[in-house]
């Protein structure tokens, strides 16, 4: 089990970035959170390795048709065991 926070810039936010992002999240099994932040798209991750993987490189191929992604961060977390779905804020 690993954890991400998943930055992701660029033309993300109005384009249902966060809901198609859900949606990746629930084709994984991924549990955690999306978020509009200012500039920006925010996504806390955790799911097993590879899917964790999948989901991540899914998110940086552009997770909506309409979304353009010019540029992410990945940052390692510790897992959090009280996340149980995946959820937008």
């Not at 549990?31 to 097993?48: D, K, L, M, P, R």
């Amino acid at each position: 089990m690993q954890r991400r926070k998943i930055q992701v810039f660029g033309q993300v936010q109005g384009v249902g970035f966060r809901y198609f992002t859900e949606r990746l999240a629930q084709k994984y099994h991924i549990t955690g959170t999306v978020q509009n932040v200012e500039q920006y798209v925010e996504i806390y991750a955790q799911g097993e390795e590879q899917e964790l993987e999948q989901f991540t490189q899914a998110i940086i191929e552009g997770a909506s048709p309409a979304s353009n992604v010019t540029d992410y961060n990945i940052e390692h977390l510790d897992t959090d065991s009280s996340l149980e779905r995946f959820r937008t804020i």
